[in-house]
């Protein structure tokens, strides 16, 4: 790694700092979210096991719910041991690379993971406004395809986001003012010209988070609509208790997600606020998934 007047020509390593302020209670810290981890990991492993070796649960809002799981896992792993680490040992230090490495699969997973939502949602539109047509229409093909084209999308677009980044070969610092790899913190590092990282980013959030999160809205507009027509008070308290779990997590999932994208870029939110609340948002809503299985 070169440097030149307080410049680094392509580093090849990066330092974390958690939380930046709060570097004195970091290792306390790390103990909730730690707690929060291990409950996320063993629920949607549990979560996992058992659908995947009870039959009566191999239909397609349990099989999105699955998905979920795994993704969750995913971002766990992605996330957790870094973050404990630079809580706990003062492990600071990661290479470059793997600091992309990390960028890549946070955010294609939380792509990922918006777009199972938004199949979930239609799940439940299909359900309640069509309901003699959902198996005809949810097959075991639909489903499949619906997971791929919902990973290919976050993948391909997500996968611009590093391959920009490794483009730019000066940078003003390699401190990264976070607990984790997060794009816009490793873009304003640049001691270049970094428009295109700046516009692409937004870019890829609103084409990923801000297109489901419309559709989940329209979604659930529709089925409150068909709800509130239904004859019997009974009938549509069983309708609105299917969703109530899903409809508390598309909310969690999208208010925290747009706070902290926002606050990001236009906000005055001090850092370690920020900081500290763009980590509860990735790891809060982890161990929810199994908790919205009915």
């Not at 659908?51 to 992605?78: N, Q, R, W």
């Not at 997973?109 to 198996?135: K, N, W």
Request: one cysteine or more.
């Amino acid at each position: 790694m070169g440097s030149t007047n307080m410049s680094y020509l392509n580093p090849k390593t990066v330092t974390l700092i958690g939380i930046p302020g709060l570097e004195h209670v970091q290792f306390w810290i790390g103990f909730p979210f730690f707690g929060v981890c291990l409950v996320a990991l063993l629920g949607n492993v549990f979560l996992l096991i058992i659908i995947s070796t009870e039959h009566s649960l191999h239909k397609p809002m349990y099989i999105f719910l699955a998905v979920l799981a795994a993704t969750d896992l995913g971002l766990c792993v992605a996330i957790a041991p870094k973050m404990l680490a630079i809580f706990w040992f003062d492990s600071c230090s990661m290479a470059f690379d793997a600091c992309l490495t990390q960028l890549f699969f946070i955010h294609a997973l939380q792509g990922m993971e918006s777009g199972i939502l938004l199949a979930m949602a239609f799940d439940h539109y299909v359900a309640i406004c069509d309901p003699l047509r959902h198996t005809s229409i949810l097959t075991p093909f639909f489903l499949f395809r619906v997971v791929l084209m919902v990973a290919i999308h976050a993948t391909m677009l997500v996968g611009i986001l590093p391959i920009l980044l490794k483009r730019l070969q000066l940078f003003h610092s390699v401190v990264i003012v976070h607990s984790y790899c997060e794009h816009m913190a490793v873009v304003k590092l640049a001691a270049e010209d970094v428009h295109i990282n700046k516009s692409f980013g937004p870019f890829v959030a609103f084409a990923i988070l801000g297109f489901d999160m419309i559709f989940v809205f329209i979604s659930y507009i529709l089925i409150f609509q068909t709800v509130f027509r239904l004859p019997q008070k009974e009938a549509q308290i069983k309708a609105f208790s299917t969703c109530t779990a899903h409809i508390i997590v598309f909310l969690e999932f999208y208010i925290l997600t747009f706070f902290s994208f926002f606050s990001h870029r236009f906000g005055h939110v001090s850092a370690y606020a920020h900081i500290l609340l763009s980590t509860i948002y990735l790891l809060v809503p982890l161990p929810l998934t199994p908790l919205s299985m009915e």
